[in-house]
């Protein structure tokens, strides 16, 4: 069975560093996801790793964790999907939200893209720096990638919004968005999940969003 791969990167938190991410900034709510046809290691550059699980009854095993902040999701990981699907169902009121930013503000959004690895799967990696030209969105990668060669963090890129996976504001009440963080905090420690959560907003959606 084929497996995905998530890591938790780079936003901007002055408190604790968020999901899988490793220093200031890049300890924030962020998460790499990889796949490949063997199973592949999320890179979480935010300070802690975590995993989402399937239930016992799935007769999925559940995530393996790496070395270095990776562990390893199946594909067809029930929760995961959910939170990627629910995160591009809202993805529009997102780039709304961004296209009325102030300026200064619009450095507090991040968008979580797939892009394709060598071996034929897909990693996805957090992008910050967003901005957009007519119908078109660039941006540079925030984390640094697992298997993406010739990019390292900071390379630029223009974003497929097709394959948007995940998204991030960090507001003053904390990081909405981060659908697959949430997902992952309750099968990391105790301490770790304890710190995130108090990064993260109590709900994905601003409350001002309709939903």
Request: include cysteine.
């Amino acid at each position: 069975m084929k497996r995905v791969v998530i890591a938790l990167a780079a936003c901007a938190l002055t408190a604790s560093p968020a999901f899988a991410q490793k220093g200031d900034r890049n300890a924030a709510a962020s998460a790499n996801t990889q796949a490949n046809n063997s199973g592949a290691p999320v890179n979480e550059n935010q300070g802690f790793a975590g995993s989402t699980s399937s239930s016992p009854s799935s007769g999925v095993a559940p995530p393996t964790p790496g070395s270095d902040g990776i562990v390893f999701f199946d594909e067809d990981d029930a929760a995961m999907a959910a939170a990627i699907a629910e995160a591009r169902r809202t993805y529009p009121q997102f780039l709304a939200a961004f296209d009325i930013a102030p300026p200064l503000r619009q450095t507090d959004y991040m968008v979580k893209v797939a892009l394709a690895t060598p071996d034929g799967g897909e990693e996805h990696i957090w992008v910050d720096n967003l901005r957009v030209d007519g119908d078109r969105m660039f941006g540079t990668l925030a984390n640094e990638p697992g298997n993406l060669p010739g990019m390292r963090r900071g390379s630029p890129i223009e974003i497929d919004h097709a394959l948007v996976s995940d998204w991030s504001i960090d507001g003053s009440e904390g990081m909405y968005g981060n659908y697959t963080t949430r997902v992952m905090l309750p099968h990391m420690n105790e301490a770790d999940a304890a710190a995130l959560r108090e990064s993260l907003t109590r709900t994905p959606l601003p409350l001002d969003w309709t939903t």
